[in-house]
């Protein structure tokens, strides 16, 4: 049996669509700013870039309140446990109609290569855009305005893993789009992240309990 079970809070919808569009729009401007193409000038890509980032790292302050204050941070801790059966299922199994090797549930909706890979992008690639993204915005070469310390010699390194961040970013959109598809129905995983809302095997009585679970667990 299933049952129509909320597992996209409205805040969470939010969050998701807001990043989405803000990391489509930051590569956007970002490779123009890189020389690969020209759209926008120079000149604007660099404001609207800036602009964005802003955006982002204000979001980005509200996403982690969120997921402190309700316990969903939980969701994203990684596990090597079923690992290969996903992947295995993803390589293969998908092409044969086999079943998702994970259950999805209220408290569990991540499967573990989401967990890996989420995991990764928060702890890991978006730190890093943020952190080379302000040393790009506020660099300072030696000998400028005195203090010595926070100066620095070259922005090559910055440059380097702030465009290699934004090509993860990028690839990591692309398998995104690719992946909303593979869920019980190809539109089913679009229409959780809409409506908040998704048939979940198994979730008739423990819909509601478990998202109180979730909640007294802060
Ligand atoms: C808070 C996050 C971010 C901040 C503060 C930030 C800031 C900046 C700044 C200041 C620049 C240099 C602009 C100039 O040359 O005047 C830049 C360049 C760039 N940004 Fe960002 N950015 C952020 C996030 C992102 C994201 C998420 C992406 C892509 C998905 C991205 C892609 C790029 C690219 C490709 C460049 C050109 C790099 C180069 O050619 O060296 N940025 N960013």
């Known amino acids: ?28 401007t970002g490779f123009e700013i890189h020389g690969t193409y020209t759209f926008f000038g120079f000149e604007n890509a660099v404001t609207y870039h800036n602009i964005a980032a802003y ?24 596990t090597l446990e079923h690992i290969r059966a996903q992947l295995n ?33 928060k702890m890991l690639v978006i730190p890093i855009m943020v952190i080379s993204g302000l040393l790009y915005m506020f660099y300072r070469y030696p000998q400028n305005q005195g203090v010595e310390s926070i100066n620095i010699d070259s922005l090559e390194i910055v440059g380097v893993l702030h ?24 539109t089913s995983n679009l229409k959780a992240m809409l409506t908040g809302y998704e048939e979940l095997e198994g979730e008739e009585e423990t819909a509601v309990e478990n998202s109180e679970t979730l909640n007294s667990k802060i």
């Open 1 to 28: 049996m299933s049952k129509n079970v909320l597992i996209y809070k409205s805040f969470e919808r939010f969050w998701h669509w807001m990043q989405a569009l803000l990391i489509f729009f930051l590569a956007a």
């Open 55 to 78: 955006g982002f790292m204000i979001l980005i302050v509200f996403a982690v309140f969120w997921h402190f204050t309700t316990g969903e941070w939980r969701q994203y801790i990684p």
């Open 89 to 121: 299922y993803y390589l293969f199994g998908i092409f044969k109609n086999a079943h998702h090797p994970t259950k999805k549930t209220v408290l569990s909706k991540l499967n573990p290569l989401q967990k890996l890979t989420y995991f990764g992008l």
């Open 163 to 186: 465009t290699a961040g934004a090509i993860m970013l990028v690839a990591f959109l692309i398998t995104h789009l690719y992946l909303i598809t593979t869920g019980e129905t190809p």
